[in-house]
């Protein structure tokens, strides 16, 4: 009864204002999360992807679907695809789901608004700065926000000199998740996951190999801990809403999404540190900011995430309906903050809860560094009824998203095996 009356709740908070809007990404668990909660505002939501079908695009609160060129492969005929499905309706809101489609429907906003279509999201100038990893950790850096120790390199020199200076173990990332290809004009490329190095020989060999997809790679001194975020709604700098989980387990336990999270009440000192980074980008939209939280109980920072995040059912199952606050901006320019949300509500992710699991009984990778789960351990834990828990994609008034997750599984491990 606590998802029927939170809905009852918030339609009375919202109104009634009614708009078209496009979900883009339709095959991420944030998308499957915003079509129920704007279908349910009364809004018509369509659902686009680079593929025929998604699993938001199965909800049975979806209005229609569209199909749009790969933003990877093909970001020139993507935007062009958007924009027209945008302007077959003056003030259609656009809702990218992922940094690509984000960064290249921020780019092309003056085509969006000749067509009268909306959006809610900061200055492309300030976006940029949002998604590249080493301007935030400077950024974090002046505002006195702890960091890991981080260098930057582009070559093998750099990365000899600074490992001789580096106390290891070490992670190593890309600077942005996704970045221009030089190979392939216009066409964009996601640059990887991190890395981690115990000594100088696997810092150089890590380096080679995230250097394949990314022009610069991060080098941050590893820090021990649990993975921890805080989440918000800005408008032009000024705190509208916030959420705060806590992750009980990460998709991959070297850390990454959660496949299980409870909701809890911010942490005060990462709420602050937030607060600041968002206020300093004059941030308008919704942001993640990820920490990792060490046993001192000392936050350090790791990354902005300018946009919607997988984890985003849960935020609206206790009561931080992000979607409808988002429109209701779009709409109006502003929205009043939501009640306070339920703190203890959980969540879970199933194809991620699974992944997780295959991830743990593959054992620990060879060059991480920090603490991994056991496989039995894991196997009874995930075997719990979890009784009262939420999941991202499963309902049983809409279980078709759920029923396409798996498929989606099915035909990435098959593309993975085939290549």
Known sequence: ?????????????????????????????????????????????????????????????CSGTFQYASPQSDPAKFLTDVVAEAGKQSGTLVLPMTEATTLLISASRERLSEVHARFVLPSHVDLLRAVDKSQTTALAQSIGIQIPKTYSASSIEEVRKISGEFQFPAVLKPTTSHEQSPSAQGAMRATGRPTYARD???????????????????????????????????????????????????????????????????????????????????WHGVAMIEFRLPENNEPVFLEINGRFWHSLPLACYAGVDFPALVAHIAEFGDVDPPPPYKVGIKCRWLVGDFRHLVEVWKGRPSRYPGKFPRPLPTLLSELGLNLGTFHDNFMWQDPLPELGDWISLLRQTWEQRSK
């Open 1 to 61: 009864m606590l998802q029927f009356g939170r809905w009852i709740e918030w339609n009375k908070y919202f109104g009634s204002e009614v708009m078209r809007i496009l979900v883009l990404d339709g095959d991420q668990n944030q998308a499957v999360a915003c079509v129920r909660s704007l279908a349910r505002r009364g809004h018509t939501v369509w659902v686009g992807e680079s593929r025929a079908w998604s699993k938001s695009g199965w909800s049975r609160y």
């Open 200 to 282: 100088a020989a696997e810092m150089i060999a890590a380096f080679e190999e995230i250097r394949r997809n990314s022009s610069v790679v991060l080098l941050q001194e590893f820090v021990e801990g649990t993975g921890t975020g805080y989440f918000a709604l800005m408008n032009h700098g000024e705190l509208r809403a916030e959420f705060a989980h806590r992750r009980i387990r990460d998709v991959h336990p070297t850390g990454s999404g959660s496949a299980l999270r409870e909701s809890i009440l911010p942490v005060p000192r990462i709420r602050e540190s937030s607060l600041a980074m968002l206020r300093a980008l004059n």
